[in-house]
């Protein structure tokens, strides 16, 4: 049997909703045509790609190579449908934050100069914002450049910044230095995150207190009082929240702003997002 893009659909749906019938209610068929069509697929590749619990549904390792490049093969799909209807759409991915204090800049001038193509900002998750799972088709990452599967480019740099509670005593300063640190509790997202031990030599490194996986949490965590978070620029533009303050770290060394996109698909206009971004942030 030859499978379909509507057999990688399913799969998807089902690594995405966590069980069958989940799965079915997003699709809008049935539980049964759900099972049937995951099974056609098994057996047309001749592996287990889900484990069926009683009440959840479980992808083996097999079936979660298979998600991550089906996410892509169904991003491409919808890209060619687009492209062949005449609209066509640019999707850029972010973890924390776009491009800062740049993002509406990028909007307007991209609006303006290509008038064609839709750019859509999504907010991802991961180191790479949802490029790994085929989400986007690039993504702006400040960490460092990706090898193997990835090309990136610099686009610019931005200072770090810290975030604290209001009521800190931090409050009253204008700026923060990177031995105030010292002592001090600190939130921090391993995976997405740009900051690491290795920023502070060893004796004036603060104490990694807690970790989490989004923006979200972090400052919810800094809200809570639960230590104060270091992070780039741009976070403090797209996320201010009442109780949480910003000052720029003046002696930090600065975080890489980067542009990553799939080998091999470096298109004009992932050049032309490129190069706008190299202007913006040059300027």
Do not use: C, N
């Amino acid at each position: 049997m030859a499978w379909e893009l509507r057999h990688i659909r399913t799969l998807v749906a089902i690594a995405e909703a966590g069980s069958l019938t989940d799965a079915a209610i997003s699709l809008g068929i049935s539980q049964a045509q759900v099972s049937r069509t995951l099974k056609s697929l098994e057996e047309a590749w001749g592996v287990l790609l889900v484990r069926r619990l009683s009440r959840e549904a479980v992808l083996t390792t097999q079936g979660q190579q298979a998600v991550l490049r089906g996410r892509h093969l169904l991003a491409q799909a919808e890209q060619m449908e687009t492209a062949a209807r005449g609209h066509q759409t640019l999707r850029l991915g972010y973890s924390w934050a776009a491009v800062g204090r740049h993002t509406r800049a990028l909007q307007r001038t991209w609006s303006e100069q290509q008038p064609e193509i839709q750019l859509a900002l999504v907010r991802g998750s991961g180191p790479f914002a949802g490029l790994a799972e085929g989400l986007v088709d690039a993504a702006i990452v400040r960490r460092p450049a990706p090898t193997g599967r990835f090309d990136s480019a610099l686009v610019g740099l931005e200072r770090r910044v810290t975030g604290f509670p209001a009521e800190d005593s931090w409050a009253g300063r204008r700026r923060v230095r990177m031995a105030d640190f010292s002592g001090r509790r600190l939130i921090v997202d391993t995976k997405a995150g740009t900051t690491t031990p290795d920023l502070w030599p060893e004796d004036l490194r603060p104490t990694f207190a807690a970790e989490v996986d989004s923006v979200d949490a972090w400052l919810d965590a800094i809200t809570a009082g639960t230590g104060v978070g270091v992070s780039a620029e741009a976070t403090a533009h797209q996320h201010q929240r009442a109780g949480v303050l910003y000052r720029v770290i003046s002696d930090a060394p600065p975080v890489e702003v980067r542009l990553v996109w799939h080998r091999g698909e470096h298109t004009p206009a992932i050049a032309e997002l490129r190069r706008m971004l190299t202007e913006l942030y040059s300027a």
